[in-house]
């Protein structure tokens, strides 16, 4: 079993629609959940930290933690063309981060 | 500016050849590390330093070595006995390890290309 896993996309949705992304994790004791959105070619950018169960919302972004089911999820609202990305979702893990592959999204117009 | 800078953008290896990747960062971070990035995967972690003068092995350390010598500085050396270098290579730092402190924060990236 993987550390982190993603849904594995490629995501289409139209544009002004809601991304739904979701990511497992294996080890029970993480205590700390980011979400990264990395375009191509470039390097990652820190979207969301999340800490706590329940929802955390930043603008457009919405970050959900389950830590009973061991699960994180990122909602992205009203999806923008720029949002077509790939996200990667992080896990702390023994004070160190395990990231999933990625979920890649494209928003079309 | 703060930030983080990672040099060269590209760089070319030819077999049997050492390299290394300079990484430096001026957030005053204690933390730094160093990942790799193949097509398609999410990031596996090479090396860590908690520190200055620190340094621990990551997940796939073979064939990389590394120095902590300075805060500012973490550079990547890839050797020869790495035989499959040709990934996406990047730097990221955190203001501590671990304890909450944890964000990474990431360099620009270096793509190491086997000529």
């Known amino acids: 079993q993987k550390e982190v896993e993603q849904n594995s996309g490629p995501l289409s949705v139209p544009e002004g629609a809601i991304a739904s992304l979701n990511c497992t994790y294996s080890d029970r004791g993480s205590q700390s959940f980011f979400w990264y959105r990395q375009y191509s070619g470039k390097s990652p950018e820190l979207i969301m930290s999340?800490?706590?169960?329940g929802d955390k919302e930043d603008g457009r972004f919405t970050a959900q933690l389950n830590k009973a089911s061991q699960y994180v999820s990122l909602l992205i609202r009203d999806s923008q063309p720029s949002d077509s990305a790939t996200y990667l979702c992080?896990?702390?893990?023994?004070?160190?981060?395990?990231f999933g592959a990625g979920t890649t999204v494209t928003v079309r117009a | 500016d703060g930030g983080i800078t990672q040099s060269p953008k590209y760089l070319f290896r030819k077999e049997g050849q050492n390299v290394t990747l300079s990484c430096e960062q001026n957030?005053?971070?204690?933390?730094m590390y160093w990942y790799r990035q193949d097509p398609g995967q999410g990031l596996r972690l090479i090396y860590y330093s908690q520190i200055v003068n620190d340094f621990q092995k990551g997940d796939i350390a073979e064939g990389y070595s590394v120095s902590r010598e300075k805060k500012e500085s973490f550079p990547l050396t890839v050797t020869s006995a790495q035989k499959n270098p040709t990934a996406f290579y990047l730097c990221?730092?955190?203001?501590?390890f671990g304890g909450g402190g944890e964000t990474q924060y990431f360099g620009p990236g270096t793509r190491l290309l086997v000529l």
């Open positions: 990221a730092s955190s203001p501590v």
């Open positions: 957030l005053n971070h204690d933390a």
């Open positions: 992080a896990v702390n893990r023994y004070y160190k981060l395990s």
């Open positions: 999340i800490y706590s169960n």
